[in-house]
């Protein structure tokens, strides 16, 4: 079964550095997201893509973060210059229809 | 998009018996899906029901909608152990397919064997 997957699964990184999370959707997908969850909060919005660009964000989703789909297959999601707030669980999901499947998930923590 | 409230938040319940779950929504929707979590592990799409749809199955999954109380529920039969996990629904009102899915605090569901 067709499933997405998320690199790294675990990611630690020093405050005020930059990161880089990957993702490779389902192939015939054409809506791409990123997510987040806080430790035990739920899972909050970030950005959706659509068409090799942004169509929606959330207000979490500022200048520090950015994505991309350089090459077709692979969709990033970039934050800059990390805090110690970001630190959370990062999820890709796409979409095809009508259900969004999920990756398991970066653990992004920030020291 | 809109978020679901999800009721109970929080459910025990010993393997072998029936778990419902409930979800609230406010506005109108083009399709309803529930999607479960393990912990710390990514969310898992179990159903989708349409909003012409009255009801659905899915192995021991039940999911009903009514449009006119703006409410879903979800019926886990059998329950087993492995079924504890968070459960959230997600209202979906349409209009753009690239439109996000949100969701809410979900209900916990903790099966004892």
């Known amino acids: 079964e067709p499933e997405v997957t998320q690199t790294p699964s675990h990611q630690v990184t020093q405050m005020g550095q930059e990161v880089i999370l990957r993702c490779v959707p389902i192939?015939?997908?054409?809506?791409f997201y990123w997510y987040r969850q806080i430790l035990g909060q739920k899972v909050e919005f970030l950005v959706s893509?659509?068409?090799?660009?942004?169509?929606?964000k959330s207000e979490i989703f500022d200048d520090q973060f950015s994505v991309e789909r350089p090459d077709g297959s692979n969709f990033t999601l970039k934050i800059r210059s990390t805090k110690l707030e970001d630190s959370a669980m990062y999820f890709c999901?796409?979409?095809?229809?009508?259900?969004?499947?999920f990756g398991q998930g970066t653990r992004l923590t920030v020291v | 998009s809109q978020q679901g409230e999800e009721d109970p938040q929080a459910l025990s319940i010993q393997e072998g018996e029936n778990a419902t779950m409930n979800c609230s929504y406010k506005?109108?929707?083009?399709?309803l899906q529930w999607y479960r979590q393990n912990s710390g592990r990514g969310l898992v799409h179990l159903i989708l029901i349409r909003s012409n749809e009255r009801e659905k199955h899915s192995g021991r999954l039940r999911v009903t909608l009514d449009t006119s109380k703006k409410s879903s529920s979800l019926l886990i039969t059998a329950s087993r152990a492995a079924d504890t996990a968070s459960y959230f629904c997600a209202p979906f009102a349409g209009g753009t397919s690239y439109g996000k899915l949100t969701f809410g605090q979900g209900t916990i569901l903790t099966v004892h064997p």
């Open positions: 999901a796409s979409k095809g229809r009508a259900e969004a499947f």
């Open positions: 893509f659509y068409n090799n660009e942004i169509s929606e």
């Open positions: 192939s015939n997908h054409l809506y």
């Open positions: 506005t109108s929707i083009n399709n």
